[in-house]
């Protein structure tokens, strides 16, 4: 992954990745299949990973990025490590209502709000 075209921005706060998304809309296959690949190459070197993704940036989410949001918790169950979302906008969060995923991963209003749960 080169630097400059990363689709993530990932930080270390105290035990935790977080990682906001550059993209305002992420909607493109190729955008999301970079983004998947990122975000499992992070989650494969760190073992017992404690992951969280800040949607505070992003604007627009297709449904095939839901589909990589449900294989990257799987991936991350696999090895062990908790997976948190945070920030995600109101009309965002209505497609995790509809489609029953609000039930499958930990959502919070905020980043601090997720930091506080792990």
Do not use: C, W
């Amino acid at each position: 992954m080169a630097e400059g075209s990363s689709h993530l921005n990932v930080q270390k706060r105290e035990s935790v990745d977080v990682v906001s998304f550059s993209d305002r809309k992420i909607l493109e296959e190729l955008s999301i299949r970079e983004i998947e690949d990122e975000l499992f190459a992070l989650v494969g070197a760190t073992p017992a990973i404690r992951l969280l993704l800040d949607f505070s940036n992003v604007e627009h989410l297709s449904s095939a990025a839901l589909g990589m949001l449900i294989n990257l918790q799987k991936e991350v169950s696999k090895q062990s490590g908790r997976l948190k979302l945070a920030d995600i906008r109101p009309q965002i969060y209505e497609v995790f209502k509809i489609t029953r995923l609000s039930k499958m991963f930990d959502i919070h209003g905020s980043v601090d709000e997720a930091m506080a749960k792990f």
